[in-house]
């Protein structure tokens, strides 16, 4: 089976857009990662056990889940370009919070202010980033990624270097972070609308809106099994986010900095990763760059828990640099097959990403503290296998941007 998607003539994208919202998100996924990079400090702290952790890690990605597809929905048809810098003031509010919360259920209360910031941020920098692509989508999303991707590696880093010394109270000083991140996002909202308007005035590529696709019906089977392969790759990614930094430091006995310095160059890995992927996704396709990014961790996942401490830092980057290659080109992917839904699929799948990740952490914490540490990533080490329902993924009639 084939479906037919016309991807319009490419044009030259919007630089300036994308590299500023790229720039918000790097800001953003920071000020996020932040959470669980703190999380060994926070469970010496409140005296927290896995389950707890996990839960925390549910209550923000959530708060994120349930609200992005809604605000994309209603942002595809009335877009709300501002509307990202009230986010931010959300995400503000929950970082001051989990500063200074005096107990656990305030800590919740934070996770979650956060976690509403990002569910308000997704969709509409997303559809931004598709408008501005001037028909590079891979290259746009992989951009627009990387900049997430890279705030999420610094974030680990920050913590061993600023947080771990100083303690829980040092989160409130990465509030300068948001400040930033506010007027950049007023600048970008600004220019976007004024970049957009001049193409069209041109007669430019029209807005994802006016694209023609395939109906509801014909693209569900495949949105389907896009959704499968996610829900694998982002509990894999679950087990590493909310447990690695544990799980380094039970099994090789390492320092709580020397295990963030080990997930800080994991999440430089999925930083990169996340680019090249766009950009290939837009050269071979993105059925080729799915099957590969989810399938082709499984022989490195499997040897990941029987190997030493050398050992498992290099096959976690090769891990990571193999898998974060999915996500532009499953969203690149999701878009194509609906592309007047574009803020709908944005906000669905950062959702659909936020709340299996809270569901699979939870669930994660509760089998460790029954299992141990060690068994949650023999156990995951098998969830790249789903990557064989690519094989099901109709083939797509993609441009090629030279």
């Known amino acids: 089976m084939s479906l037919n998607v016309s991807a319009g003539t490419a044009r030259s994208a919007v630089m300036p857009v994308l590299v500023a919202l790229s720039v918000a998100h790097f800001l953003n996924d920071m000020i996020q990662s932040l959470i669980?990079?703190?999380?060994?400090?926070?469970?010496?702290a409140y005296a927290l056990d896995f389950s707890q952790i996990g839960i925390i890690t549910l209550t923000f990605q959530i708060s994120a889940s349930l609200l992005q597809p809604v605000i994309g929905f209603y942002t595809d048809r009335r877009p709300l370009p501002y509307s990202m810098v009230a986010g931010m003031g959300f995400t503000l509010v929950g970082l001051i919070g989990l500063a200074y919360a005096g107990s656990y259920p305030l800590l919740l209360v934070a996770s979650a202010c956060v976690g509403i910031g990002s569910s308000i941020f997704?969709?509409?920098?997303?559809r931004?980033?598709?408008?501005?692509?001037?028909?590079?989508h891979g290259f746009a999303q992989g951009l627009f990624q990387v900049g997430g991707q890279s705030g999420a590696a610094i974030g680990p880093l920050?913590?061993?270097?600023?947080?771990?010394?100083?303690?829980?109270?040092?989160?409130?000083?990465?509030?300068?972070?948001?400040?930033?991140?506010?007027?950049?996002?007023?600048?970008?909202?600004?220019?976007?609308?004024?970049?957009?308007?001049?193409?069209?005035?041109r007669g430019g590529p029209h807005l994802a809106a006016d694209t023609p696709g395939p109906s509801m019906r014909q693209a569900?089977?495949?949105?389907?099994?896009?959704i499968l392969l996610l829900t694998s790759k982002t509990a894999y990614i679950?087990?590493?986010?909310?447990?690695?930094?544990?799980y380094l430091i039970e099994r090789f006995d390492v320092s709580v900095q020397a295990s963030q310095l080990m997930l800080f160059l994991y999440l430089v890995a999925s930083a990169t990763g996340v680019l090249f992927g766009g950009m290939l996704g837009d050269r071979i396709g993105r059925n080729k760059i799915i099957w590969f990014s989810i399938l082709g961790a499984l022989p490195f996942t499997v040897i990941l828990p029987h190997v030493d401490l050398f050992w498992t830092g290099v096959l976690t980057v090769v891990i990571n640099l193999i898998m974060s290659s999915a996500f532009?080109?499953?969203?690149?992917?999701a878009m194509e097959l609906?592309?007047?839904?574009?803020?709908?699929?944005?906000?669905?799948?950062?959702?659909?990403?936020?709340?299996?990740?809270?569901?699979?952490?939870?669930?994660?914490?509760?089998?460790a503290d029954h299992y141990g540490i060690d068994a949650v990533y023999e156990v995951c080490a098998f969830l790249p296998a789903f990557g064989l329902l690519a094989w099901f993924l109709p083939s797509l009639r993609e441009a090629r941007v030279s």
């Open 328 to 333: 532009a080109a499953i969203l690149v992917y």
């Open 36 to 44: 669980p990079a703190a999380y060994p400090i926070i469970k010496e």
């Open 338 to 367: 609906l592309p007047n839904r574009i803020g709908l699929i944005g906000g669905f799948f950062y959702g659909l990403v936020f709340g299996l990740g809270g569901l699979a952490a939870a669930a994660l914490g509760v089998f």
């Open 220 to 226: 569900a089977p495949a949105l389907l099994i896009l």
């Open 238 to 246: 679950a087990s590493f986010t909310s447990f690695y930094t544990f």
């Open 158 to 201: 920050l913590a061993a270097f600023i947080i771990v010394p100083n303690g829980q109270t040092s989160l409130a000083w990465f509030s300068t972070a948001a400040l930033l991140a506010m007027p950049l996002l007023a600048w970008t909202a600004f220019h976007h609308a004024r970049a957009m308007g001049r193409m069209v005035a």
């Open 122 to 126: 997704h969709p509409e920098a997303t």
């Open 128 to 136: 931004m980033a598709r408008n501005a692509s001037g028909g590079r």
